[in-house]
């Protein structure tokens, strides 16, 4: 079945410019090499607005190339990607190919990594506090002398951030070091940190990577809660297929940086193609 959000990958010669009102992402015939190495080749997807969108492949496929080309810690060699920011009257779409890599937290597109970048001697609070330091107004001297400003921001924020650890359950170690914390636990203060810079999109590279079965299964009900409560959209990757294939609503597998399929879960199962490079081949 093909998917019409798929237009431009079947025919990039009719690419529009811009997003589809139910869009929220569009990568556009986007391309980068690393030498001689193609790693992603032109390829094309769409997400719509608040869907659960997984990126499959085998290792090597250009998953996190992807994810870095969106974000712009990649410069692609060609194509576009157009997000849509903000929100009511302040939506706009942009282009994210030439941003500054620190202006995509501000448009409301935020990641994680698959490895988690946490500061050991700070507690679990002023780790998630991090990810609020785009919206602080507040200039230095303000913060060193604590001026009025500063303090109403400052108590703005540790609220907003208490909320996002109860959120996540974890609100009771919220004073703790985050050096020795559980490795789910500190998997959820990545997360409570991305909720801070008020998401229209979150990037997930590989949440469930070092999670036991039953935090993996929570994560699948953690990524519902977080795009219904905080109205977001989710782009993931994810090797673990049980979870992609149970949170996802649409999936994208690409092979060597190439488009494969983009379809329902059920339906990318049975593609001939993604069996083949990703899935392995069904035993007769």
Same mark, same amino acid.
């Given at each position: 079945?093909?998917?019409?959000?798929?237009?431009?990958?079947?025919?990039?010669?009719?690419?529009?410019?811009?997003?589809?009102?139910?869009?929220?992402?569009?990568? /556009?015939?986007? %391309?980068?090499?690393?030498?001689?190495?193609? &790693?992603?080749?032109? !390829?094309?997807? $769409?997400? #719509?607005?608040?869907?659960?969108?997984?990126?499959?492949?085998?290792?090597?496929?250009?998953?996190?190339?992807?994810?870095?080309?969106?974000?712009?810690?990649?410069?692609?060699?060609?194509?576009?990607?157009?997000?849509?920011?903000?929100?009511?009257?302040?939506?706009?779409?942009?282009?994210?190919?030439?941003?500054?890599?620190?202006?995509?937290?501000?448009?409301?597109?935020?990641?994680?990594?698959?490895?988690?970048?946490?500061?050991?001697?700070?507690?679990?609070?002023?780790?998630?506090?991090?990810?609020?330091?785009?919206?602080?107004?507040?200039?230095?001297?303000?913060?060193?002398?604590?001026?009025?400003?500063?303090?109403? /921001?400052?108590? %703005?924020?540790?609220?907003?951030?208490?909320? &996002?650890?109860?959120? !996540?359950?974890? $609100?009771? #170690?919220?004073?703790?070091?985050?050096?020795?914390?559980?490795?789910?636990?500190?998997?959820?203060?990545?997360?409570?940190?991305?909720?801070?810079?008020?998401?229209?999109?979150?990037?997930?590279?590989?949440?469930?990577?070092?999670?036991?079965?039953?935090?993996?299964?929570?994560?699948?009900?953690?990524?519902?809660?977080?795009?219904?409560?905080?109205?977001?959209?989710?782009?993931?990757?994810?090797?673990?297929?049980?979870?992609?294939?149970?949170?996802?609503?649409?999936?994208?597998?690409?092979?060597?940086?190439?488009?494969?399929?983009?379809?329902?879960?059920?339906?990318?199962?049975?593609?001939?193609?993604?069996?083949?490079?990703?899935?392995?081949?069904?035993?007769?």
């Amino acid at each position: 079945m093909v998917d019409p959000l798929m237009d431009l990958s079947l025919a990039p010669e009719t690419a529009t410019h811009s997003l589809a009102r139910e869009e929220a992402l569009r990568v /556009e015939r986007l %391309s980068i090499s690393f030498g001689g190495l193609r &790693a992603v080749d032109d !390829l094309s997807f $769409a997400v #719509r607005k608040k869907e659960i969108f997984g990126l499959i492949g085998p290792n090597g496929a250009g998953k996190t190339t992807v994810f870095n080309c969106i974000t712009q810690f990649y410069r692609p060699d060609e194509g576009n990607v157009f997000f849509r920011a903000g929100k009511g009257r302040a939506e706009r779409v942009v282009n994210l190919v030439g941003q500054p890599v620190h202006s995509i937290i501000g448009l409301g597109l935020v990641r994680t990594f698959q490895n988690v970048e946490i500061i050991q001697e700070l507690s679990l609070l002023e780790n998630v506090l991090i990810g609020a330091h785009i919206d602080f107004k507040a200039t230095a001297f303000e913060q060193a002398f604590k001026l009025p400003r500063a303090l109403r /921001e400052e108590r %703005s924020f540790r609220k907003k951030a208490e909320e &996002a650890l109860a959120f !996540l359950g974890i $609100a009771g #170690r919220r004073d703790l070091p985050a050096g020795g914390q559980p490795y789910g636990v500190l998997k959820k203060v990545e997360l409570a940190r991305t909720l801070m810079a008020n998401p229209r999109l979150i990037i997930l590279d590989e949440p469930a990577a070092g999670l036991n079965d039953s935090e993996t299964q929570e994560l699948s009900s953690t990524i519902y809660q977080i795009r219904d409560v905080y109205d977001c959209t989710i782009l993931l990757v994810e090797h673990d297929m049980h979870l992609v294939m149970g949170v996802c609503d649409r999936i994208c597998a690409i092979s060597f940086g190439k488009f494969l399929a983009c379809d329902a879960p059920e339906e990318i199962k049975r593609n001939k193609l993604v069996q083949e490079a990703y899935l392995g081949e069904e035993e007769v």
